[in-house]
């Protein structure tokens, strides 16, 4: 479930412009698309249940390197 790039966006598409004019012109652009989209939106137990598992994952990596 990777919907935080795919709805909403990523910090490459803000690294194009230089100034503060044009990150604050796409950075208003981007919260008219969030607030435009239809799609439902995610549930706070479901995105937590992802982290949570996502975090196990790291953490066994982690213990299997040292």
């Avoid at 919907?3 to 012109?25: C, H, I, M, N, P």
Wanted: charge should be negative; charged fraction near 35%; aromatic fraction near 10%.
């Amino acid at each position: 479930m990777d919907f935080l790039g795919q709805r909403y966006g990523t910090a490459e598409t803000a690294a194009k412009g230089d100034d503060a004019a044009t990150y604050d012109s796409w950075f208003k652009s981007q919260v008219q698309q969030a607030l435009d989209d239809a799609r439902p939106g995610v549930a706070n137990e479901e995105v937590r249940e992802l982290f949570f598992r996502r975090r196990q994952v790291l953490r066994q990596k982690l213990e299997n390197e040292a």
